[in-house]
């Protein structure tokens, strides 16, 4: 019979594994336009994105960043992360760890498309649920980030966290989570173009 004892002591090794997307797994051309008074001012790649503070009028269009089709065919794998994704996946399905996704971006418009992508590179996809940050609004992409992570902190299931992302602001706030949660792993990992990480501390 499964003991008590041991449904904690199976739940305190589970763990999980979030990925970022742009610039993290792939290398993407998308831009987030910056509209005022019905005009586009600015075209900002994913990094200028994370950075870039509306002003006064000022509004996002997020059109690129949800179409499947430039996400697609422009997009670029990053070798060492996609081998990372795979091999960290496999070895989650067989201790009852979890693998997911969580990009500041909204929801696609062609779900199969956007799919296709990850499955081309041999990333069992079917596997990684897609947490889109965007869906949660306008506002900076750290935030919208922190609300999900606490979702998933908040269900009290995983002793261990990791991070693998190319924005230092998205890592920082991940690790400010231990305040909250002292009895999580937390760790985090700063993504290169080139595929390697640094544990960030």
Do not use: C
Request: charged letters at 35%; aromatic letters at 12%; hydrophobic letters at 35%.
């Amino acid at each position: 019979m499964f003991s008590l004892r041991q449904y904690i002591e199976e739940q305190a090794t589970k763990g999980l594994t979030i990925f970022d997307i742009d610039e993290t797994m792939f290398k993407t051309k998308a831009k987030v336009k910056v509209i005022k008074n019905g005009e586009t001012i600015k075209s900002l790649t994913n990094q200028e994105f994370n950075k870039y503070k509306l002003k006064s009028g000022e509004k996002f269009d997020f059109g690129e960043f949800r179409s499947a089709e430039v996400f697609y065919k422009t997009s670029t794998p990053i070798g060492k992360m996609i081998g990372k994704v795979k091999a960290i996946l496999r070895n989650a399905t067989k201790r009852g760890s979890r693998v997911i996704i969580v990009t500041a971006r909204p929801n696609f418009d062609n779900r199969d498309l956007f799919l296709k992508t990850f499955r081309e590179q041999g990333i069992d996809i079917d596997k990684i649920y897609i947490e889109r940050a965007g869906n949660l609004g306008s506002g900076p992409a750290a935030d919208n980030k922190k609300v999900i992570f606490k979702k998933y902190l908040d269900q009290n299931i995983y002793a261990r966290m990791r991070l693998f992302d190319d924005d230092m602001k998205n890592l920082k706030m991940f690790l400010g989570l231990k305040k909250e949660y002292p009895d999580v792993n937390f760790e985090a990992f700063l993504a290169n173009p080139d595929g390697r990480v640094r544990k960030v501390n």
